[in-house]
């Protein structure tokens, strides 16, 4: 999540929200006996369910005007590996830039390689939980300076971060701006044939009223959207961009962004 994707405080605030629940939950779970740990739970260092056996994570829903919804687990994001992250982190080289980090799993990771890899996000929580996970991290808008402009040798775009803004073109320009001339960016897509979305949406913890509207869930405006892989290329071309392979893995969509 970056600044310019928030139309207001109250949207970070349920991002927050939602981070430390997952955290808390998460870390409670991994402090259980293995005699203990609830059969339906997830094995360690795998993504637990949004409805979790120790608490409840509160599942991200980003609801369009039209009534159509995107749902994210926060639960997630905290957890070591998530299917697919695989073949991302192989083709990681030299230094990364991590852009809308969150808690840093992807950034630990290629730490955890001895990659170089910094983490960026605007979120304080995140870019905590990241460091407590052994990630580098700042809390940083990807609008803004940032440490190695021009020399990052890869971009990393995961996990939805291609709808920071609301505006993917111009995020894709933001993100050349950033790379080494040689640099790639690796970035998540929705399937081809799913269709594309930008523009503003509200952000929801889903099932959990909002404690600063009275208990009703009004949700939280931001700007968003969100990529199909067929709709990439004109949307990189603008951005000067080109893409130059896609692949999939685990049910999840990637491509690899070059200068054009």
């Known amino acids: 999540m970056t600044a310019p994707a928030l139309l207001c405080d109250c949207a970070l605030d349920v991002y927050e929200r939602a981070l430390n629940r997952a955290a808390l939950n998460r870390a409670a779970l991994s402090r259980l006996p293995l005699n203990q740990a609830p059969l339906n739970g997830p094995p360690l260092g795998q993504a637990p369910p949004s409805q979790g056996p120790l608490g409840r994570d509160a599942p991200l829903v980003l609801r369009t005007a039209d009534g159509r919804e995107r749902r994210a687990d926060p639960g997630?994001?905290?957890?070591?590996?998530?299917?697919?992250?695989?073949g991302l982190l192989d083709r990681c080289r030299g230094a990364t830039l991590d852009v809308?980090?969150?808690?840093?799993?992807?950034t630990a990771a290629l730490l955890g390689r001895g990659q170089p890899a910094l983490g960026i996000d605007v979120?304080?929580?995140?870019?905590r939980l990241a460091r407590e996970r052994g990630a580098v991290a700042l809390r940083r808008d990807v609008f803004g300076p940032l440490p190695g402009h021009g020399r990052w040798e890869t971009l990393l775009l995961a996990d939805g971060n291609l709808g920071i803004g609301g505006d993917p073109a111009t995020l894709l320009a933001r993100c050349r701006d950033l790379l080494?001339?040689?640099?790639?960016?690796?970035?998540?897509?929705?399937?081809?044939?799913?269709?594309?979305?930008?523009?503003?949406?509200t952000l929801h913890a889903g099932g959990v009223a909002?404690?600063?509207?009275?208990?009703?869930?009004r949700g939280a405006p931001m700007r968003?959207?969100?990529?199909?892989?067929?709709?990439?290329?004109?949307?990189?071309?603008?951005?000067r961009l080109a893409?130059?392979?896609?692949?999939?893995?685990?049910?999840?969509?990637?491509?690899?962004?070059?200068?054009?």
């Open 76 to 86: 997630a994001w905290c957890a070591d590996r998530v299917p697919g992250d695989d």
């Open 100 to 106: 809308g980090c969150g808690p840093g799993r992807l």
């Open 123 to 127: 979120s304080a929580v995140a870019v």
């Open 180 to 201: 080494a001339p040689h640099g790639r960016l690796h970035a998540e897509l929705d399937p081809p044939g799913s269709g594309s979305w930008s523009g503003v949406a």
């Open 210 to 217: 909002d404690p600063y509207a009275g208990g009703v869930d």
């Open 224 to 239: 968003w959207a969100w990529v199909a892989a067929d709709d990439l290329a004109p949307r990189a071309a603008r951005a």
């Open 243 to 260: 893409v130059s392979t896609t692949w999939t893995e685990a049910g999840r969509w990637f491509a690899t962004l070059v200068h054009a």
